[in-house]
């Protein structure tokens, strides 16, 4: 390999690193706003959900975004699709709740495959850019043997400084690599806990469909049934 070869293989490892850098920070402040957005959204919608003892309704919904609101909107209309087969029969709510939680996890699926966008970048870097250091670290060296054997002078003066010149690309490769992996275990930890926090919602919301169905048909049976309302009559 050409003196001049080498030299541009190290110069474009070094323009490499600047570039994984400049793309993790640019990761770092998007997956920052992001989940300061998401947060906000979340605790806006728990705070109205947990004032209501059934179902959201279509309306309320449509007052929020994020994740959770839409992870409601999809489990609510999952469980009015459901209500009634194709005769105009009703189904029976061990069929509506499996229908349920299959759309339920469908769409906390979806919504975790939106939070993890740029998670597999920032893991790359972080993995990939020492090894890319080093890589420019032994081009540089034999750069540098290579400058040395010309010179035809191994003194300390010819050596410390080509050899320290190429050690630079290890320690620019660690640089980048050490806040891509500290943001990748950040951003991995703050979405393992909205996926904890997604999912307890899901089973909050089968408890809730679940109780609104047992609810629903006792008390229409006690509006239709005439002894009952005789009954409730003589008493009043």
Known sequence: MSDAVTLYIVKGTFVLLIAASALTWAIIIVKTLQNWRLRRQTQSFYRSFEKTSGLPSADELVKYAGPVARVAQAGLDSWQTSGSDADGAQVELPIRRDLLERRLIQQLQREKKGVEIGLPVLASIGSTSPFVGLFGTVLGIIHALQRIGGSGS?????????????LEATAVGIAVAVPALIAYNFFLRRLKSLVGDLEDFSNTFIGHAVRSFIRVPAETHRRSDPAIAIGQEASA
């Open 154 to 166: 191994a003194s300390l003066e010819v050596v410390a400084g080509p050899i320290g010149e190429a």
